[in-house]
T-cell receptor, first 113, second 113 residues
Framework: DADVTQTPRNRITKTGKRIMLECSQT?????MYWYRQDPGLGLRLIYY???????NKGEISDGYSVSRQAQAKFSLSLESAIPNQTALYFC????????????FGAGTRLSVL | GENVEQHPSTLSVQEGDSAVIKCTYS??????FPWYKQELGKGPQLIID?????GEKKDQRIAVTLNKTAKHFSLHITETQPEDSAVYFC????????????FGTGTRLKVLA
């Protein structure tokens, strides 16, 4: 969905490096999410944010941190990347409690060597 | 915690045939069940959803059925076309956490021309 933009689309990094994945949205949604997708495991929630001052851990937050710089921007950081963080990462947004639908970006493919 | 099982993991059908993907959820409090389609190089996109007060919902060639007693729901695609080839994810959500999707592990559907 072009309304949810993730950068970069692909990234190769080395073990121990700090990297940041960025997400921006033009949908005007308050809620933003970061997911990780691994083959055979589906999508798993890393962090989510309901507004600029709200950050919550998901089911697999260890090794990750996030920053909600503005309503439209939500960044995911890997402080010290490790090979098992190699995965496809998705950002998503939603309106709020009145609507359940989540809108996903195109994903960032991350490889940690 | 809540779990969603999805089967099969891969499915190949001839063009024009029907495809059925099944999901089973563990938490009887779940009340919203979306299906997402993920095409190659793109993020998941909602294709149909159903709420717990409805047993079946149809949108052109796709339909979803829900059996609350058995705690399972299914995606039905009729008259399959090559553009239906993608990975499909089911999910379940329970109140009050309408933000928190529990995704199935995905089904890769191949429609053979």
């Amino acid at each position: 969905d072009a309304d949810v933009t993730q950068t970069p689309r692909n990234r190769i990094t080395k073990t121990g490096k700090r990297i940041m994945l960025e997400c921006s949205q033009t949908k005007g949604h308050d809620r933003m999410y970061w997911y990780r997708q691994d083959p055979g495991l589906g999508l798993r929630l890393i962090y989510y944010s309901f507004d600029v001052k709200d950050i919550n851990k998901g089911e697999i937050s260890d090794g990750y941190s996030v920053s909600r710089q503005a309503q439209a921007k939500f960044s995911l950081s890997l402080e010290s990347a490790i090979p098992n963080q190699t995965a496809l990462y998705f950002c998503a947004t939603s309106v709020g409690p009145a609507e359940n639908i989540q809108y996903f970006g195109a994903g960032t493919r991350l490889s940690v060597l | 915690g809540e779990n969603v099982e999805q089967h099969p993991s891969t499915l190949s059908v001839q063009e024009g045939d029907s495809a059925v993907i099944k999901c089973t959820y563990s938490d009887s409090a779940s009340n919203y069940f979306p299906w997402y389609k993920q095409e190659l190089g793109k993020g998941p996109q909602l294709i149909i959803d159903i709420r717990s007060n409805v047993g079946e919902k149809k949108d052109q060639r796709i339909a979803v059925t829900l059996n609350k007693t058995a705690k399972h729901f299914s995606l039905h695609i009729t008259e399959t076309q090559p553009e239906d080839s993608a990975v499909y994810f089911c999910a379940a959500i329970k109140p009050p956490g309408t933000y928190k999707y529990i995704f199935g592990t995905g089904t890769r559907l191949k429609v053979l021309a």
